[in-house]
T-cell receptor, first 113, second 114 residues
Framework: AQSVTQLDSQVPVFEEAPVELRCNYS??????LFWYVQYPNQGLQLLLK??????LVESINGFEAEFNKSQTSFHLRKPSVHISDTAEYFC???????????FGTGTRLQVFP | DGGITQSPKYLFRKEGQNVTLSCEQN?????MYWYRQDPGQGLRLIYY???????QKGDIAEGYSVSREKKESFPLTVTSAQKNPTAFYLC?????????????FGDGTRLSIL
């Protein structure tokens, strides 16, 4: 069965500093990987996804994630964060056998001025 | 604009009472999902439905019930058997046919016990 591990429950960082949110997954089959962002009292919004092809995927607001098959990782990075990036970030893997998404427990990114 | 509408945004339940959370989508998606979110636990799947008049239990279905009479609607009932219902509930939908399609989420309903 698939599983997703987000090792960091909270990541504090100063504005304009770089950040990396870690995500590792386990799966015996090829999977699709997603990052979602959740702002307070809202639903989840898709940030970016890896389906196939280039292992580096980018979002429109400066985030990027790199799929590493050998390390079974899909870490999310941003070279310079803004206050507005403060939110909770969820990594998820799509299970092709059950048509379900398996979520990690989330990482709360707190950006300080 | 297409999207998913959850209502109400806040809901209060008395002990022994059943309550129903609404989820409506106009994205023409076949599959719909209900998740429960608790602090530090991420999202846990309650029920999901891939087609009208059919649904499956997720990982924490006990104390909940659903129906899927219309493609657009997937209401969730929190029954009195659910002993710890206080949580944030999220509804999602997506197209079927390939697991590479992302799920789209509503803005959630926060349920509290009086």
């Amino acid at each position: 069965a698939q599983s997703v591990t987000q090792l960091d429950s909270q990541v504090p960082v100063f504005e304009e500093a770089p950040v990396e949110l870690r995500c590792n997954y386990s799966s015996s089959v090829s999977v699709y990987l997603f990052w979602y962002v959740q702002y307070p009292n809202q639903g989840l919004q898709l940030l970016l996804k890896y389906l196939s092809g280039s292992t580096l995927v980018e979002s429109i607001n400066g985030f990027e994630a790199e799929f590493n098959k050998s390390q079974t990782s899909f870490h999310l990075r941003k070279p310079s964060v803004h206050i507005s990036d403060t939110a909770e970030y969820f990594c998820a893997v799509s299970d092709p056998n059950t048509d379900k998404l398996i979520f990690g427990t989330g990482t709360r990114l707190q950006v300080f001025p | 604009d297409g999207g998913i509408t959850q209502s109400p945004k806040y809901l209060f339940r008395k002990e022994g009472q059943n309550v129903t959370l609404s989820c409506e989508q106009n994205l023409n998606h076949d599959a719909m999902y209900w998740y429960r979110q608790d602090p530090g636990q991420g999202l846990r799947l309650i029920y999901y439905s891939q087609i009208v008049n059919d649904f499956q239990k997720g990982d924490i279905a006990e104390g909940y019930s659903v129906s899927r009479e219309k493609k657009e609607s997937f209401p969730l009932t929190v029954t009195s058997a659910q002993k710890n219902p206080t949580a944030f509930y999220l509804c999602a939908s997506r197209t079927t046919g390939s697991s590479n399609q992302p799920q789209h989420f509503g803005d959630g309903t926060r349920l509290s016990i009086l």
